[in-house]
C-alpha cells in the first residue's frame, strides 16, 4: 500500500518543475545535464508515486494535464522556497549568492561588460544574472534585486532610481565616411536597423516614433532590418549595417570607444528610466547594499 504521507523525491520534482517549464522532455534535460529518457523515466515514476498522469503526450508535443497544471504551481513555489533558504544558509556560511533579474539587453550593454569591477572589489560574492523579456516576481521566484526600465510611476516607492534615457541615431564611424548624414532628412539614403515590436509595447524604440518627433514622418529609407531584441540591434549598428536608434546609457560605451557616433544633435527622451528594485526578502544583506551601491556609483559615471 502506498504511503499516503510519502513525498516525492526532491530530484523528481526539479525534473518535473523543468519539463513543465519547458514543456519538452528534451529541453529539461539539457537544463539539469540528463538525458531526455532520463527525464521521461523521473516524470513516470513521479505519475506512478501520486497515481496521476501530469503530461499529455501527444506526437512531438507536450501539455500538462489539470492535475499536472496544480502540481506544477505547487511545485515551482516549493522549489523556489528552497532556493531562496539555501541562498541565504549559504550566505550565512560565507558563500554569498546575489541574484539579480533584468533585460536582455541591459544585461548584455550595460551590466555585465561593467561586471567585473563589481566582483573583483567583492570575490566572495557569487552574482547570478537571469535576463528576460517579463517582469519577475522578486518574492516568488527567490530573486534578490531587479533592474528594470520604465515610468517613475510604475517603479514603485522604493525603488532606486539609476539614470534616465535619452534615444538617439547611432552609426558606425565607417558608414558615415561612406554615406554622411548631415540632416535627419538624409535618412533616407540609409538602411534603418528596427526593433520588432509589431504589438508596438515598446514605441520609444520605433523609427516611426522618432522621424515623427523631427517632423519627417513621410520618409522613406533605403531598407529596413528588423531584430527581435535590441541586444542585436546594436552589433548589428556597429558591423556597419545601418543607423540604430542608441539609447543613452546603453551606446555610451560604444560612442566614447568610437565604435559608434551619433550624426545628430537632437534627441528625443522618452521619460523613462533605469530603476533598481530589491526583494524584502534581501533588504539588509550587505552584499545586496554593496550591489546597489555600487550600481549607483557606475550610474554616476555616465
Known amino acids: 500500500m502506498r504511503n499516503r504521507n510519502a513525498l516525492p523525491a526532491l530530484d523528481l520534482l526539479v525534473g518535473f518543475e523543468s519539463a513543465a517549464r519547458h514543456l519538452s522532455f528534451t529541453k529539461a534535460g539539457e537544463e539539469l545535464f540528463l538525458t531526455q529518457s532520463a ?20 506526437h512531438r508535443a507536450l501539455a500538462l494535464t489539470e492535475a499536472g497544471h496544480q ?32 533585460t536582455h539587453s541591459f544585461a548584455s550593454l550595460w551590466l555585465i561588460p561593467r561586471l567585473a569591477g563589481f566582483t573583483r572589489d567583492h570575490p566572495g560574492v557569487d552574482v547570478r544574472i537571469t535576463a528576460d523579456t517579463k517582469v519577475q516576481d522578486l518574492e516568488r521566484d527567490g530573486l534578490d534585486l531587479a ?26 564611424p565607417k558608414l558615415l565616411k561612406k554615406n554622411p548624414l548631415r540632416t535627419p532628412a538624409d535618412l533616407r539614403n540609409h538602411v534603418l536597423l528596427q526593433y520588432d515590436d509589431p504589438e508596438v509595447r515598446h514605441p520609444w524604440l520605433h523609427w516611426k516614433t522618432w522621424l515623427e518627433v523631427e517632423r519627417i514622418a513621410d520618409l522613406r ?23 540604430a536608434l542608441g539609447r543613452s546609457p546603453l551606446v555610451k560605451d560604444l560612442i566614447t570607444d568610437g565604435q559608434l557616433v551619433p ?26 547594499r554593496a550591489f546597489v551601491e555600487w550600481l549607483k556609483s557606475e550610474a554616476a559615471k555616465r
Open 71 to 102: 502540481f506544477y504551481a505547487a511545485a515551482a513555489q516549493a522549489l523556489s522556497t528552497m532556493r531562496t533558504a539555501t541562498d541565504r544558509l549559504r550566505a550565512q556560511a560565507g558563500k554569498k549568492a546575489l541574484s539579480v533579474t533584468t
Open 263 to 288: 550624426p545628430f544633435k537632437s534627441q528625443a527622451d522618452p521619460a523613462r528610466a533605469y530603476f533598481a528594485i530589491v526583494s524584502r526578502n534581501a533588504e539588509g544583506r550587505p552584499e545586496v
Open 39 to 58: 527525464v521521461s523515466r523521473q516524470i513516470k515514476e513521479l505519475e506512478d508515486q501520486l497515481g496521476v498522469e501530469l503530461f499529455q503526450r501527444r
Open 147 to 172: 533592474l528594470r526600465h520604465g515610468p517613475a510611476s510604475l517603479a514603485g516607492p522604493n525603488a532606486i532610481r539609476l539614470f534616465g534615457e535619452k534615444v538617439f541615431p547611432v552609426c558606425s
Open 221 to 243: 529609407p533605403a531598407g529596413t532590418l528588423s531584430f527581435s531584441g535590441y541586444e542585436q540591434i546594436i552589433p548589428a549598428a556597429v558591423a556597419g549595417h545601418g543607423v
